[in-house]
């Protein structure tokens, strides 16, 4: 591996289309639940600890080598809103597109062919950091990175929120972002010999519901 | 390690002449079912909590068997308390529910309350055949009135044809990941509650995703199924939700 690939992989401006999207903070916002960077960093350690959790665990499962299929089941049956399913493979499909045209692979390519909808994104994540030559603890970094960068940044835009604040939100979590990323890995090892039940399933009520309740809003910044 | 052990079992079974027999109704310690009065077709269950707990180290069980054919409704005689024990374990609670093609089982207990200073895991498992029907609620409130809640873990797992529609797991209280009470879990709020409807004409026509209440919303899974979930300031508005959400989408 190269960790020149991860800074690549893990770039916001790798352009796999995540800045179109607010991981649940512009419901959060819009509902009076983030207000400053102190709810913000609740917001994003609740997040980490549940979406980001079950994503990391499915991109290092991906990462090394569960059959993606099983693997987009298992991500189906974490993700009870359809909103929150529909983003997901939106997403993945994008970060497809990105990462056949970054890491060339005959893997990527099949899944591909097998989800032309799109798979869902940890899953994609997880494939892509294989063809780059990353190993699923470099795919479960990228993933809980994701889960609360996405927010931060979105936070800034919505609620003119110092960059510099959200930058921090996100500096003090890295501890707790290190352990998530541990855990994923942990259990994402366990599937060859217990199965695709092992992986965590961790849920957010309000994440759910704030997605359903923004896709049906008719004007939005962020696509979710 | 203390503790009190116990599974109880429920068997249901189409008697042959359109009404539900239950070969089995097997109490078990604190675990006491009680048939009640049902209808032609359905046979009722309630469970009656003979004792206060799961506590510190219990391990109790639960499970429903319900044949082709029956149809059995389960409730509970009052809300189940989760309590501190005289150890440091855990308390851990299984509902394993099983419904066979064309049988049908309405999981309607009252709520799961968690004191303060209580550690309980439940875990429910919901195996059903393709042709199955289930209505299944599940309450979870956070602490007596103006009380702090206990650790409480819970895991709900729902197969069709077995395959896996629906994985989730919550974690809530002191000893939970960070987070669980901020605005992207609970925000607050001391009461979550889900229903889970499984049925075959769902694989045509799914449910249609909507918001039911503020924080309380209709939700299609990937298979024949609907989740509603919601969460509350507490248990009373909780379960108006619920019931409101059970009464449009439980036409049969």
């Known amino acids: 591996m190269t960790r020149t690939a991860l800074l690549v992989l893990a770039d916001g401006r790798f352009p796999a289309g995540g800045h179109a999207h607010s991981g649940g903070a512009e419901a959060a916002v819009k509902a009076g639940r983030i207000t400053g960077a102190q709810s913000l960093e609740a917001f994003c350690r609740g997040r980490l600890h549940t979406a980001g959790l079950v994503a990391a665990a499915l991109a290092a499962a991906a990462a090394g080598g569960v059959d993606p299929a099983g693997l987009d089941a298992a991500a189906d049956a974490r993700t009870p809103s359809p909103a929150l399913r529909a983003t997901a493979r939106r997403l993945g499909r994008q970060l497809m597109r990105a990462a056949r045209a970054t890491w060339p692979s005959d893997e990527l390519d099949a899944v591909a062919r097998q989800f032309p909808k799109g798979a869902h994104q940890p899953v994609v994540l997880g494939l892509t950091a294989r063809a780059a030559g990353l190993g699923p603890a470099d795919a479960a970094y990228c993933a809980v990175y994701e889960s609360v960068s996405g927010p931060a940044t979105a936070v800034v835009r919505l609620l003119s929120l110092d960059p510099f604040e959200a930058t921090a939100v996100l500096a003090r979590l890295a501890p707790e972002l290190d352990r998530v990323a541990d855990r994923a890995v942990t259990s994402a090892s366990a599937v060859p010999a217990e199965g695709l039940d092992v992986l965590p399933a961790a849920s957010a009520p309000l994440l759910e519901i704030g997605a359903e309740v923004h896709a049906a809003w008719p004007v939005r910044l962020f696509a979710s | 390690m203390g503790g009190v052990h116990a599974t109880a079992r429920i068997e249901a079974r189409a008697d042959g002449r359109g009404g539900t027999a239950l070969p089995v ?228």
């Open chain 2, 25 to 252: 109704l097997a109490s078990d310690g604190p675990l006491a079912l009680r048939r009640t009065r049902g209808t032609a077709a359905e046979a009722r269950v309630v469970l009656v909590g003979a004792m206060s707990g799961p506590l510190g180290g219990d391990r109790f069980a639960v499970e429903a068997d319900v044949g082709g054919g029956a149809r059995l409704r389960v409730g509970s005689a009052a809300a189940t308390i989760a309590l501190p024990g005289q150890t440091k374990d855990d308390a851990r609670y299984e509902v394993r529910l099983t419904v066979a093609d064309d049988g049908e089982l309405d999981w309607l207990p009252e709520p799961l309350i968690s004191a303060k200073g209580s550690d309980l895991s439940v875990v429910t498992r919901v195996d059903l055949g393709a042709g199955a029907r289930l209505v299944l609620r599940e309450e979870q409130v956070l602490g007596r009135v103006g009380e702090e809640p206990g650790l409480l873990r819970s895991r709900l797992v729902a197969r069709i044809a077995g395959r896996v529609v629906l994985d989730q797991e919550l974690a809530c209280g002191p000893g939970a990941p960070g987070g669980w009470d901020g605005p992207a879990v609970l925000a607050g709020q001391r009461a979550i509650g889900q229903l889970v409807l499984a049925r075959p004409e769902f694989a045509e026509r799914p449910a249609e995703a909507r918001i039911l209440a503020e924080h309380a919303c209709v939700m299609p899974l990937a298979g024949p199924a609907a989740l509603v979930t919601a969460v509350a300031p507490d248990g009373l508005r909780l379960r108006r939700v619920l019931d409101e959400a059970l009464a449009e989408l439980d036409i049969r």
